[in-house]
């Protein structure tokens, strides 16, 4: 069964005070990075997939930094628990789950939003199902804990129920396509690119219900340790600048853009031709705007609510004094 992000996190809450700190003093950050190895956790999630843009076209190096190295996890429970442990620099995760990090001590901040999904998050059913009330009862494979969480949740609410209506099944995303797949369940809760790949294997397979019904619910930040950004400042500014890099990169070829990220999450560019659709990217230029303005301001506290609906948050958070917006003014100079 899979872990809680509570769990996970909890779990390394004391090695955390290890390898952790109090909370990034004001401080100059340097135009130059810091020498050293970046460890970055993530996932096969088309969010992020800037960073495997800015890795072929070598803009890490472009920008000063040394090596990073793009850590994959396959559970959102796996990639939260190594940055809880100190085993991560940063991690890539969904604004929800950088709450509940928080919320179970372990001292990070946000520091770059990254992408929104509308249609790469979904609930994906069989023909056994029509609409979201006809989940009443049945079983729906999904990860607990997580983004899929979180829009399940969200969906019931719309029609007056909740997870203690269904038979929860819960298993990874990259397995609940397959369980759909296989008629083992007829309801899945999963993301790009598991679900344009379960629809090609099987065209019955139908979108139910997706993220875009609340844009903004299904949201990924980049969350950095506060003794990183306190001893290494330099390396987090160039990193959204490598990031800025392949934003433009993306923008001016996406063609190329598409296919370095497709082989990245193990798919073709075929495969995913409408997926992309799907989720926004986010320039500095947009965190300028956006980080500390509508995103703090109105998207942050209902991501908050639906993570208390869902029982992810059992805590409130100061998720403004989350927020770090200095790394993305200096990357912008």
């Not at 956790?41 to 800015?54: D, M, T």
């Not at 070829?253 to 926004?280: H, K, Y």
Request: glycine share 8%.
């Amino acid at each position: 069964m899979t872990r809680t992000l509570l769990e996970a996190v909890l779990g390394a809450a004391f090695a955390a005070a290890l390898f952790g700190g109090a909370p990034a003093q004001a401080q100059e950050i340097p135009a130059e990075p810091e020498p050293g190895t970046v460890r970055m956790g993530l996932q096969p999630w088309l969010g992020y997939g800037l960073w495997h843009v800015a890795a072929e076209k070598e803009f890490f190096a472009a920008v000063g930094l040394d090596e990073v190295e793009l850590v994959n996890f396959t559970t959102d429970a796996d990639v939260n628990a190594a940055l809880a442990s100190g085993e991560l620099d940063m991690a890539n995760v969904a604004t929800h789950t950088a709450m509940a990090i928080a919320a179970a001590g372990v001292p990070i901040k946000v520091v770059a939003l990254l992408d929104v999904s509308t249609t790469a998050d979904a609930i994906i059913a069989d023909d056994t199902v029509a609409t979201v009330a006809d989940l009443k009862g049945k079983p729906v494979a999904y990860e607990e804990g997580t983004t899929s969480d979180i829009l399940l949740n969200y969906a019931l609410a719309q029609v007056g129920m909740s997870t203690a209506d269904i038979q929860r099944v819960p298993m990874p995303a990259a397995d609940a396509g397959a369980a759909l797949i296989g008629g083992r369940v007829p309801v899945a809760v999963t993301y790009e690119p598991y679900l344009s790949l379960a629809m090609l294997q099987d065209p019955g397979v139908k979108l139910l219900f997706t993220a875009g019904e609340n844009p903004g619910l299904i949201s990924d930040v980049l969350v950095v340790r506060e003794q990183v950004l306190k001893e290494r400042p330099g390396q987090v500014a160039a990193l959204l600048r490598a990031w800025d890099r392949a934003y433009a990169a993306y923008q001016d070829n996406m063609e190329e853009g598409r296919a370095i990220i497709a082989e990245a999450v193990g798919a073709t560019p075929e495969d995913l031709a409408t997926a992309f659709e799907g989720v926004e990217f986010y320039s500095l230029a947009d965190n300028r705007e956006q980080l500390t303005g509508a995103y703090a301001r109105e998207v942050a506290p209902e991501v908050a609510a639906a993570a208390r609906e869902a029982g992810l948050l059992t805590e409130d958070v100061d998720f403004d004094a989350m927020i770090d917006g200095r790394f993305v003014d200096a990357a912008s100079r």
